[in-house]
C-alpha cells in the first residue's frame, strides 16, 4: 500500500504512447488483485495459479526448511568484480520486503516449467485449466505499434514487441512467428514456442 500510494505522487516519465519502458505496471497490477480478492497477492498465486499446477516449490517467500536449495546469487559490480548479491544462508527471499507482481517470486526448473506448460498449452496443461485460449492469444499478441521504442533498463530491446504481460518478437528477428516469453530476474528467462 505504500509503494502504491508513493507510486501514485510521481509524474509521468514519458506521455502514453510516446515509448514502452519497463516500469512497475505488473507491480501495479498486484496491488490491484490484491485490492480485488482481499487475499495477499502470495496467497491468491497458491490458490489460483501454483495449487492448481502442482508448483509445490514456488511463492514469494522461502521456507526456512528449503533455504539450504537456493543457488547464490551473483551480481557484477560497475568495476566488473563478481560479489554475491543474495546467499542462501541469509537470502532476502526468506523475508521479502514485499510481494510484487512484477517480481521476486523463487520457484524450480520444475515448477516453472509446468507454468510454461499451461501457457503452451493455451491455458490448460495436464487437464488444469487456468486461462482461457483467447486470454493466452491476448498475452502474446504483439501490442506496440511498429516504430515504438522499447526499453528495458535504458537498452533498447530491437525487434521486441510486447503483449498483455509478455515480450514477443516484432520484426527483424531471428525468433519464429509465435513464440512469446519473458526475460527474469537472475537469468531465468523463458519462450515458449506453441
Given at each position: 500500500q505504500d509503494f502504491i500510494e508513493r507510486l501514485a505522487q510521481l509524474p509521468l516519465s514519458h506521455e502514453p504512447g510516446e515509448i514502452w519502458l519497463y516500469s512497475v505496471s505488473i507491480d501495479i497490477l498486484g496491488a490491484i488483485v490484491e485490492r480485488v480478492s482481499k487475499k495477499t497477492l502470495g496467497a491468491f498465486f497458491a490458490e489460483r495459479i501454483f495449487g492448481p499446477l502442482g508448483m509445490v516449490d514456488t511463492g514469494f517467500i522461502v521456507p526456512q526448511d528449503k533455504a539450504r536449495r537456493l543457488v547464490t546469487l551473483p551480481e557484477r559490480t560497475?568495476?566488473?568484480?563478481?560479489i554475491v548479491a543474495d546467499d542462501p544462508a541469509d537470502s532476502v527471499y526468506t523475508k521479502p520486503a514485499m510481494e510484487s507482481g512484477g517480481g521476486a517470486l523463487?520457484?524450480?526448473a520444475r515448477d516453472y516449467m509446468r507454468f510454461t506448460a499451461m501457457l503452451a498449452g493455451e491455458g490448460e496443461?495436464?487437464?488444469?485449466?487456468?486461462?482461457?485460449?483467447?486470454?493466452?492469444?491476448?498475452?502474446?499478441?504483439?501490442l506496440m505499434p511498429m516504430g515504438l521504442s522499447m526499453?528495458?533498463?535504458g537498452?533498447?530491446?530491437?525487434?521486441?514487441?510486447?503483449?498483455?504481460?509478455?515480450?514477443?518478437?516484432?520484426?527483424a528477428t531471428t525468433m519464429p512467428?509465435?513464440?512469446?516469453?519473458w526475460g527474469g530476474?537472475?537469468?531465468?528467462g523463458m519462450w515458449v514456442d506453441p
Open positions: 560497475s568495476e566488473g568484480q563478481w523463487v520457484s524450480t496443461t495436464g487437464g488444469v485449466r487456468l486461462l482461457r485460449p483467447d486470454t493466452v492469444r491476448l498475452a502474446r499478441s504483439n526499453q528495458f533498463f537498452n533498447v530491446l530491437a525487434g521486441m514487441g510486447h503483449g498483455a504481460a509478455m515480450q514477443v518478437p516484432h520484426y512467428a509465435g513464440v512469446f516469453g530476474a537472475a537469468g531465468t
